[in-house]
């Protein structure tokens, strides 16, 4: 415990628990409390979500029994052959895996994310030249004010590395239940339930077939990760130095609105390719270069930004849903924002 030393005027006694903020009196968040509160808020954000992610699924896949030439149905009107179709709950296909999913994979998405950043902090300092052994040189204008810009940089190079690192260690981890809840929203999908799924793939592909797709879907992870810490606490900042200060639940929204639009511009690509590799079955085997390929060949450059709409439609506000729930469990604790 740190003690403020008295001054003259007998002002009262600051007392800082180690970890807790001199700045807010917050503590910062434990590894447990970071994997928790993170799976939480992904998890209900996947909850409200869904019926998008469905919607998204089939924009994606929608060319694969298309007749060339055909005209492709829009975000409205795919959710609206899909209820017309196969009822309103259709719309709900694959929520215990998303589920069970997201609080998984977001909880160590995001839960990891301070950890690892703190041993890449850690290593970077180990790698560092000792001050001893850099050169002096006489103070100037233009050294002070690179100091800070080059600390900055840092800063978001270490956001970004970190974000990568635990995206892709999440995404590993859980890939099966990202190509289970895929398989149940695929509009071919004759599977009852998520126990037939995983049947179906372990006796056509034995145990390893249920991590297929799971580079693609690592690198998704990690790029959905790093651009979205690293975005949001930039636009967060921003906000907050523009506003005077205020860190306000507007100010929450306004930053994950635009990480939203950030992360699914980055990550849509890789997304159109893990979600074509995951509901390929047995026969029709391809690996990330001929899938890849394959849409090049189909749909030109634009298939990679196939189903964008819906994406950002479903991860915009999914964004929005994360940030605001974990804002508030941290807030509620008593911890330090994000």
Sequence with gaps: ??????????????????????????????????????GISVGGATCATNPLDVIKTRLQLNDRKATPGAPRPGLIKTGVNIVRHEGAFALWNGLPPAVARGFLYGGMRLGLYEPCKGLLLAAGQLAAPTPSALPTTSSSPSSATSAPQSAAAAGVGLKVAAGLASGALAAGLTSPTELIKTRLQA????????????????????????????????????????????????VKREIIRAGGGSDSVWTHVAASGVTGLVTTTVTNPVDVVKTHMFVSGAGARKGILQTTMAILYNDGIL????????????????????????????????????
Excluded at 224 to 234: E, G, H, I
Excluded at 313 to 329: C, D, K, N, Y
């Design 187 to 234: 509009k071919d999908n004759t599977s009852r339930g998520t126990l037939e799924v995983i049947r179906t793939v372990v006796k056509s592909d034995g145990v390893q077939g249920l991590w297929r797709g799971a580079v693609p879907s690592m690198v998704r992870a990690a790029l959905l990760t790093a651009s979205q810490v690293a975005t949001y606490d930039s």
């Design 303 to 338: 298939g990679f930004m196939k189903g964008w709409t819906a994406s950002y439609a479903r991860l915009g506000p999914q964004t929005v849903f994360i940030f605001l729930i974990s804002e508030g469990l941290r807030k509620a604790l008593g911890l330090e924002g994000l």
């Design 1 to 38: 415990m740190i003690v403020a030393p008295a001054s003259g005027n007998a002002r009262p006694r600051e007392t800082i628990n180690p970890g807790q903020s001199r700045a807010t009196g917050a503590q910062k968040a434990t590894v447990l409390q970071d994997l928790i509160i993170s």
